[in-house]
Each structure stands twice: as C-alpha cells, then as structure tokens.
C-alpha cells in the first residue's frame, strides 16, 4: 500500500528555517513526480513547490519562491523541502504527495497525516 510519511516541523521564530521529510514506500517513486501543499486552519489546500521525477525541474509557488527549495534523493525514496526565511503566514499543516502531472501539479488521492509548521513573529 501506498505510504507517505512527512517529519521535520515544528515551531520556528520567524526568519528561522526549518527542513521537511517526505518518506515515500508503496509506490514507484523514482519514475514518480512529486509536490508539498500546505494547509492552514480554516483555509484551502495549496501548492507550494513541486520536483520532477529526475530532479531536474523544480516548480514553486510565487509565496515561497526564493525562500523554498525542493529536492528528493531518489535512492532514499524522501522529498524533502528546505524552508529559509519563514514568515508567520508560512504555518500550516504541510504534506507531500505524487503528482499525476507535472504541469497540472495535480496530486494524487494518497495524502498522510502531513507535519505541522508554526511560524511566531
């Protein structure tokens, strides 16, 4: 079955920096597209930065662009998104999953329990 795992939150001051983990097992992930969304009480599920299936090509929202980055270690199957920078309205739950499309950024039906980021000014 499919699983994905993601650890590395916690509460940061902002202008801290936190990195993420996305464990992935269940799947074929080095062929795989991947992406973390974020979600924040009372508001939808968003985008913020995705990695192709080589690693070759990254995408990010234009809220994190400059302060985020993606990467994956394919012979670990883990994503991983390094946060620099954070701002308060950086805190959510943030999860990872496959992407059914790269240009899309469309993510499939296989979300985890997500790791939550607080951010205090």
């Known amino acids: 079955q499919v699983r994905l795992v993601e650890s590395g939150g916690g509460l940061v001051q902002a202008g801290g920096s936190l990195r993420l983990s996305c464990a992935v097992s269940?799947?074929?992930?080095?062929?795989?597209?991947m992406g973390w969304f974020r979600q924040a009480p009372g508001k939808e599920r968003e985008f913020v930065a995705a990695i192709n299936w080589s690693g070759g090509s990254t995408y990010y929202a234009d809220s994190v662009k400059g302060r985020f980055t993606i990467s994956r270690d394919n012979s670990k199957n883990t994503v991983y998104l390094q946060m620099n920078s954070l701002k308060p309205e950086d805190t959510a739950v943030y999860y990872c999953n496959f992407l059914g499309n790269i240009v899309t950024m469309t993510p499939l039906d296989y979300w985890g329990q997500g790791t939550q980021v607080t951010v205090s000014s």
């Open positions: 269940g799947r074929t992930f080095s062929n795989s597209h």
